[in-house]
T-cell receptor, first 113, second 112 residues
Framework: GDSVTQMEGPVTLSEEAFLTINCTYT??????LFWYVQYPGEGLQLLLK?????DKGSNKGFEATYRKETTSFHLEKGSVQVSDSAVYFC????????????FGTGTRLTIIP | DAGVTQSPTHLIKTRGQHVTLRCSPI?????VSWYQQVLGQGPQFIFQ???????GRGNFPDRFSARQFPNYSSELNVNALLLGDSALYLC???????????FGDGTRLSIL
């Protein structure tokens, strides 16, 4: 079945550092890929998405490129801020008649001033 | 515009009881999905409803059921609660199949 593997956390970085959170996936078809962010006590917010190979999703300085050859969708940001502290989830969705999202286990990111 | 709203925000039940969780999608959204998020894990898909019909079901026992109403709101019912049902239950809505899903803040269910 489908699965998503994320780099294990927690990740702690200093403000303005470069961020990479690795994500790889296993899917039977051609899934859409997503990054969601969850702030404490809140639900998930869609951060960015990509629907086909070589697409780059971007939002709020975050980027991720859909790499079919390596089945990866790594999240990057050039300069993180304290406000980026949250849990980040990589997810995929196959278009087989329902909208099931398959999530990774999440990576907790803490940015220190 | 109001986002996805869920009620209640917190709930405490004992083993064997049943619970009903409610979700109101974003206005105009016809698809509603439910997820269970156990502490420290990613959300797990439970159900998806679109236009009041079940379109998908995750690997959950029959104690879990759901329905969608004509106004596209939804209820998730869990019977014979177990300690392992303690989790954050998330509802997500989308405009249509294939559109991005928007999540509510969830209902925190604790089973004693």
């Amino acid at each position: 079945g489908d699965s998503v593997t994320q780099m294990e956390g927690p990740v702690t970085l200093s403000e303005e550092a470069f961020l990479t959170i690795n994500c790889t996936y296993t899917a039977t078809g051609y899934p859409s890929l997503f990054w969601y962010v969850q702030y404490p006590g809140e639900g998930l917010q869609l951060l960015l998405k990509a629907t086909k190979a070589d697409d780059k999703g971007s939002n709020k300085g975050f980027e991720a490129t859909y790499r079919k050859e390596t089945t990866s969708f790594h999240l990057e940001k050039g300069s993180v801020q304290v406000s980026d502290s949250a849990v980040y989830f990589c997810a995929l969705s196959e278009t087989f008649g329902n909208e099931k999202l398959t999530f990774g286990t999440g990576t907790r990111l803490t940015i220190i001033p | 515009d109001a986002g996805v709203t869920q009620s209640p925000t917190h709930l405490i039940k004992t083993r064997g009881q049943h619970v009903t969780l409610r979700c109101s999608p974003i206005s105009g959204h016809k698809s509603v999905s439910w997820y269970q998020q156990v502490l420290g894990q990613g959300p797990q898909f439970i159900f998806q409803y679109y236009e009041k019909e079940e379109r998908g079901r995750g690997n959950f026992p029959d104690r879990f059921s759901a329905r969608q109403f004509p106004n596209y709101s939804s209820e998730l019912n869990v019977n014979a609660l177990l300690l392992g049902d303690s989790a954050l239950y998330l509802c997500a809505s989308s405009l249509a199949q294939g559109q991005p899903q928007h999540f509510g803040d969830g209902t925190r269910l604790s089973i004693l």
